[in-house]
DNA sequence: CTCTGTGAAGTCATTCACAGCG
DNA sequence: CGCTGTGAATGACTTCACAGAG
């Protein structure tokens, strides 16, 4: 294992081996070969191979990975293997939707607050779970207490650099941002901003240009494409 | 103008580079040089240019870009002087969350229909703008009959790429996707994953990392973290 | 003989630096 | 002069291609 710079490019697609391989486990596949699992989730062999290469020899040469022992090293890596837990601040819509979501479990991260500055939602509880939501001018202490270790921004962006600012203050240092704003964070803090307004328009933009209209022989189809089409189908006939 | 590729980073781009002329704007400056731009929200001047350049010459030498006359650009650029109508795949938390949310209004984004599978959700009103849940069989027809162009998923992994399937079949050519899992398109249809939970693993390598604390220094704090620090206190002394 | 791990080559994106317009 | 627009230089990321381990 090198003690380089990793970009986060590669640890994304780390993310994405790891559920490549959680999928493999549930079907009973014990061991693959980068190039086998390039094929079957449209990734690069190469890319694969270096990608883990930062980080270790984990294959075996003319045989491929074990899958079991390449989840738990991924899992390891990402520091998924300890658990995290999460305070969303900002309990409207976004935020309260996303302590509903369950998904999050899985990757180990269970959400324990949420913080909002309106009277009317303070003391509230949330959720099949029950999280209650604080008043965001005890963030600092309730960060403490419940030991939380990730934030969520889910406020409007006028204030998000304000909620940020405060976040960073109680300690924080992982920090998930839904608001249309570049936040400003401190050293030793990372912030990642998930701008569906950014998404939304760049999708405007494919939509804005003349498209190549290109009508699908179905001779050329790839085999993925004849499944889908299949299912498709069927669904239709279901109505 | 150029017939190039354009890649999504420069779109993704254009978008922040609009929202930073809507605030320009807001705040009555009527011209803006690259390099002001590009101090004022942290980006590249020299990116700002060719980004810029690959759809005309907007600016005037010696002193920059008019904010009016470039917002204008941008908007016909991203396509977004049309409107758009959106439908919302999967009446569940997120789904109703982003039916909801009222900050794509802004960008000529308008949700004028929700799709389940569930019986208990079809016929239901969301929101307070009353967004009627409909049958996801009768999908084809309320796209045509509402005029959907934008499709978002927002429903199980699992089925997701089924979902999908039935909305380019309805002839929709833009999709944002919330599922966790890497889609098959056809030619001619865009999909932007959104995907959180790799964002969330993202955070949780960072946080596996044994981090540099670095104590920064008061004296050698830019100016914008000057005012960040300010606003702290004054948040803290309101509790 | 197969598949990994990895230098080398190739591709794409950003930044520099300056000629030349207003 | 100041600033745009842009070739040229640099840097980042991906893919190729193969030596060598198992």
């Known amino acids: 294992m090198k003690s380089e710079k990793i970009s986060e490019l590669t640890t994304s697609r780390l993310s994405v081996y790891l559920r490549c391989l959680n999928l493999l486990a549930a079907a009973g596949i014990k061991t693959i070969s980068s190039q086998a699992l390039a094929d079957q989730f449209r990734l690069n062999s190469a890319q694969i191979r270096k990608d883990l290469a930062h980080f270790g020899e984990f294959g075996t040469r003319g045989v491929g990975y074990s899958v079991g022992e390449l989840r738990r090293h991924l899992t390891k890596i990402l520091g998924l293997d300890r658990a995290h837990r999460v305070g969303i601040v900002g309990a409207g819509n976004l935020g309260t939707a996303l302590a509903n979501y369950n998904g999050f479990r899985e ?13 009317a939602k303070i003391g509230r509880k949330v959720g099949a779970a029950e999280t209650i939501v604080h008043d965001v001018r005890k963030l600092a202490r309730v960060v403490r207490e419940e030991g939380i270790d990730v934030a969520v921004i889910a406020v409007p962006a006028r204030v998000a650099q304000r909620v940020l600012n405060q976040v960073m203050s109680a300690g924080v240092k992982a920090v998930l941002n839904f608001a249309p704003v570049r936040l400003h964070a401190r050293l030793g803090v990372k912030v990642k901003t998930v701008d569906l307004t950014i998404s939304l328009e760049s999708l405007s933009y494919f939509l804005a240009r003349p ?6 022989n179905p001779r050329s189809l790839l085999p993925y494409e004849e499944i889908a089409q299949r299912e498709e189908q069927e669904l239709q006939q279901q109505s």
């Open 107 to 119: 990757s180990n991260f269970e959400v324990v607050a949420l913080f909002d500055n309106d009277r």
């Open 211 to 216: 498209q190549i209209t290109c009508v699908t």
